[in-house]
């Protein structure tokens, strides 16, 4: 069973406006929630990240949002542009006591950004 | 750039061939990864490492063996190739205490 799912395969934008990517969870264990972009025959990269006891953290143009009651996290992108068109996995951390903990990702969401 | 180098970065192989992939990283990070890419299935944790000889499985571990007998390196090895394991291997480190994982530019392997 999916614990982390990105219902919305792909997502397409016009150039200026807001990309909204979402995201559920199903683990009220997760303690850090984190965002990565991919392009094409490159490996992810890390874009923002959150904390289980926020509910919001922003970095310039990209904002994500986590709603614990509804087990919902979301990215937001302001203003979207062509070069953020992109695959984005939203990913969680399992962390137990002392250890590191792992990344269990979702399937991802293709966001194209229109000129 | 967190130093990870994957090699090689494309491989073809015949089905029942064994093969290793090799994941080097210069910062000597306890915490390594490897991951495997699918269309459709996002990205599935393999094998971890959270030390030389500190090794365990992940969500789709079978099939798949590690090893890692330095710091700096995390072998990954398919013991007999099959078809279901045509992917897109990345390998991760991440730093203890920090919740990112950095990922290498990964390898394709093609099973045929």
């Known amino acids: 069973d999916q614990q982390v799912k990105q219902n919305s395969p792909s997502l397409s934008v016009q150039e200026g406006r807001i990309s909204i990517l979402n995201c559920d969870y199903t683990n009220s264990m997760f303690d850090y929630f984190l965002w990565y972009k991919k392009y094409p025959a490159e490996g992810p990269t890390f874009l923002i990240s959150?904390?289980?006891?926020?509910d919001k953290n922003e970095d310039g143009r990209f904002t994500v949002f986590l709603n614990k009651s509804a087990k919902h996290l979301s990215l937001h992108i302001v203003p979207s542009q062509p070069g953020d068109s992109a695959v984005y996995f939203c990913a969680a951390r399992t962390h137990y006591g002392g250890s590191q903990g792992n990344l269990i990702f979702g399937k991802g969401t293709k966001l194209s950004v229109k000129p | 750039d967190a130093g990870i180098t994957q090699s090689p970065r494309h491989k073809v192989t015949e089905t029942g061939t064994p093969v290793t992939l090799r994941c080097h990283q210069t910062?000597?990070?306890?915490?390594m990864y490897w991951y495997r890419q699918d269309p459709g299935h996002g990205l599935r944790l393999i094998h971890y490492?959270?030390?030389?000889?500190?090794?365990d499985k992940g969500e789709v571990s079978d099939g798949y063996s590690v090893s890692r007998s330095k710091t700096e390196d995390f072998l990954l090895t398919l013991e007999s190739a099959t078809s279901s394991q045509t992917s897109v291997y990345f390998c991760?480190?991440?730093?203890?205490?920090?919740?990112?994982?950095?990922f290498g530019q990964g390898t394709r392997l093609t099973v045929v």
């Open positions: 910062e000597n990070h306890r915490y």
């Open positions: 490492s959270y030390g030389v000889k500190d090794t």
């Open positions: 991760a480190i991440s730093i203890q205490g920090v919740a990112e994982a950095f």
């Open positions: 959150i904390s289980s006891i926020k």
